[in-house]
């Protein structure tokens, strides 16, 4: 009996021996690294499968085992993960578990209108074109905004999403990522702001933002133009103007597309566009409604990326002969 018994423990040390050995062995994977998706829902057994289906050589069944007796089996995450060559089981059940996801990233810049967006959602890496081929108007539907238009919607950051993720779910977080500042933005308006609403400072951000060289001289931008639109005073931005133009616009903004009409001619129309005209950052979002305390009506390019700010035309049209026209 102790013969046997003491048999017994050897080939339990044996195979609690060889199981270790197992967990830590360097898998073989058919590439340098292969894309394993885990839907929600899935079983411990079906996780197991897919882990070989995608390409790493282990027996499912003992993966499988390993996931059950190990406890975490009901930790799996669902997700989009990178498996890499020379994973072992204990590693790969780790990297299941805490959810660590093969992550890229897309960026999306201050001052990009809604086409530069589609434009760079449409490169970016594993990012499934679910918008590709729809109208905008059906895009903000999709996203529970039927009616809106998309112009400046979207907040300005770097988002990163798993491979394999739609673009209308890095759209739906940089739209909220924008609802949410404009509201944290709007509880801070100036009480003598001509702004009605923050509809109204979405857009008078997003002209800010075409308009800055420096990002210092936004609040005195802002300044401007609230005090033309208290007065009833045109806006006269150039930004909007090529903005109405659309693909007309050729580079060079002539004196006659100054002088045609278009909704966002802000030198034929008094008052704000009626959208904004391309994605307003934080920065530019708190100038619009937190303008310095300026009476300057004009403002003209130094040259240099800066701005000189003027109260009355007269000194406005020195400003313009000595930086613009060098007398």
């Given amino acids: 009996m102790r013969r046997l018994f003491a048999l017994f423990v050897v080939i339990v040390a044996l195979l609690g021996g060889a199981a270790v050995w197992w967990l830590n062995q360097r898998l073989a994977v058919s590439a340098e690294s292969v894309d394993l998706s885990v839907d929600p829902g899935t079983s411990v057994r079906g996780v197991a499968q897919a882990v070989c289906d995608a390409g790493v050589q282990v027996n499912p069944a003992l993966l499988y085992w390993w996931f059950r007796l190990s406890g975490d089996a009901r930790q799996i995450k669902a997700g989009s993960y990178e498996i890499e060559r ?3 089981p204990r590693k790969l059940l780790r990297k299941l578990v805490r959810g660590e996801e093969s992550l890229r990233a897309v960026t999306l810049v201050e001052g ?3 086409t530069q967006v589609r434009a760079a959602l449409l490169k970016a890496e594993q990012l499934k074109p679910d918008t590709q ?7 903000m539907s999709s996203l ?22 739609s673009d209308l779910a890095v759209l739906k977080r940089a739209m909220r990522a924008m609802d949410k500042r404009l509201e944290t933005a709007w509880s801070q308006r100036q009480p ?3 702004l009605k609403t923050p509809e109204q400072a979405l857009i008078l951000a997003s002209i800010v933002e075409k308009e800055t060289g420096r990002a210092s001289d936004r609040p005195l931008i802002a300044a401007v133009f609230s005090n033309r639109l208290r007065i009833g005073m045109m806006l006269q931005t150039d930004p909007t103007v090529i903005y109405g133009l659309g693909e007309k616009f ?3 903004l002539r004196r006659i597309d100054l002088q045609t009409d278009t909704p966002w001619n802000t ?3 008094i008052g704000l566009p ?3 005209i391309a994605m307003p950052g934080k920065s530019a979002l708190l100038a619009a409604v937190q303008p310095a305390p300026s009476k300057a009506l004009y403002f003209v390019s130094r040259g240099d990326g800066t701005s000189q700010f003027s109260a009355s035309l007269e000194e406005h049209n020195r400003a313009v002969n000595k930086y613009q026209r060098g007398q």
């Fill in 274 to 276: 009626p959208t904004p």
């Fill in 86 to 88: 020379g994973v072992s």
């Fill in 133 to 139: 081929g729809l109208t905008p108007d059906l895009i």
């Fill in 112 to 114: 990009w209108n809604f």
């Fill in 144 to 165: 529970g905004k039927p009616g809106v238009h998309p112009e400046g919607r979207f907040f300005p950051d770097t988002y990163n999403y798993a491979k394999g993720s």
């Fill in 267 to 269: 030198y034929t129309r």
């Fill in 192 to 194: 003598d702001t001509p």
């Fill in 250 to 252: 050729d580079g060079n």
